[in-house]
């Protein structure tokens, strides 16, 4: 499932640069958006707590979709070099995410590990965490997230992500 910021971000990154762009150009980027939203969609991992079930979903994209103007609110690097990680967690089958207590680590290739640092962004229908990544080159990162809901217990995620800062 394509969630609503990484749809929205790339939406407003498209219109920003509307008046300089052929219709065919413009096809072309949304055909392959719409390739690559797909790919990431499937990057999904779902977790059991005592109270329920829950499912953490995690999109990894460019800062360079999110809007200046957007970047600058959140405190946000735009950059090839800098990802984000758009995690959300929400009840399976349910729209929007709940409130969740996130702590992680990501580890590369080498071994270095670094502490995921969560930005929270609370809308008015749901709740998602954006966490900054920084790649130099071609990576493949380790993720590993221990997410506590709201009236829940912790659980932990592991998975692994290529990333390319072309």
Request: hydrophobic fraction near 40%; aromatic fraction near 10%; glycine fraction near 6%.
């Amino acid at each position: 499932m394509i969630n609503r910021l990484t749809f929205d971000l790339f939406a407003q990154h498209l219109l920003s640069h509307a008046p300089s762009l052929t219709v065919r150009t413009i096809f072309s980027t949304l055909c392959i958006a719409l390739l690559s939203f797909h790919a990431q969609a499937q990057k999904t991992d779902t977790f059991s707590i005592n109270n329920g079930e829950h499912t953490l979903q995690y999109t990894l994209f460019n800062s360079t979709f999110i809007p200046a103007e957007v970047a600058k609110q959140y405190g946000l690097k735009r950059s090839k070099y800098e990802w984000l990680m758009n995690v959300l967690i929400s009840k399976t089958d349910t729209y929007g995410g709940v409130k969740t207590l996130l702590t992680g680590t990501e580890k590369n290739l080498l071994g270095q590990v670094k502490p995921l640092k969560f930005i929270t962004i609370d809308e008015k229908d749901t709740v998602y965490y954006l966490v900054p990544i920084r790649v130099n080159g071609e990576d493949i990162l380790h993720f590993t997230i221990t997410a506590t809901p709201e009236g829940g217990e912790a659980s932990t995620v592991k998975f692994t992500d290529k990333v390319i800062s072309d």
